[in-house]
């Protein structure tokens, strides 16, 4: 409930990450890992790519990473690798352009993915709570 609560918080005050840098480091991490979490369970990493949400691809294999959320980052490295030299396009058409040429035959590697994903390896709801915690200074109102 603490996580959708800071959530919900996070992306209001950053316009639903149109104005990411209105959110400190910390911030930022936390909800490009919630973003990750709500677009793959809603449709998958195709559906992570296409929103807004993978304007911030190589950013959240980071946020993964500095929460302890190794297994995870591993997954979205690996569906990273089917763009161009394995950089997702931070512009969202132009990354929308891409995926429409490479779904196809991306779409065995991402559906593997989404699989790995849904085992949840890592507990990101446990991760995120201790990292705020860890943070608590940097998410007070």
């Known amino acids: 409930m603490i996580v959708m609560e800071i959530d919900s918080y996070l992306n209001e005050k950053?316009?639903?990450?149109e104005n990411i840098e209105k959110l400190n480091s910390k911030q930022r991490t936390f909800l490009f890992v919630e973003n990750l979490e709500r677009e793959i369970n809603n449709g998958?990493?195709?559906q992570f790519y296409f929103?807004?949400?993978?304007?911030?691809?190589?950013?959240?294999?980071?946020?993964?990473?500095?929460?302890?959320?190794?297994?995870?980052?591993?997954?979205?490295k690996k569906a990273n690798s089917e763009f161009k030299s394995g950089t997702v396009p931070k512009n969202r058409t132009e990354?929308?352009?891409e995926l429409e040429l490479i779904e196809g035959k991306a779409e065995e590697n991402w559906n593997k993915?989404?699989?790995?994903f849904y085992k949840y390896q890592d507990n990101l709801t446990e991760l995120l709570?201790?990292?705020?915690?860890k943070n608590k200074s940097e998410f007070k109102k």
Not at 14 to 17: A, D, K, P, R
Not at 51 to 72: P, R, Y
Not at 129 to 133: E, L, R, T, W, Y
């Open 14 to 17: 950053s316009e639903y990450g």
């Open 44 to 46: 998958g990493f195709n």
């Open 51 to 76: 929103n807004s949400s993978g304007d911030f691809s190589q950013e959240t294999v980071n946020a993964l990473l500095e929460i302890g959320a190794e297994k995870t980052a591993e997954i979205v």
């Open 95 to 97: 990354r929308q352009n």
């Open 113 to 116: 993915c989404d699989s790995e």
């Open 129 to 133: 709570i201790a990292f705020v915690i």
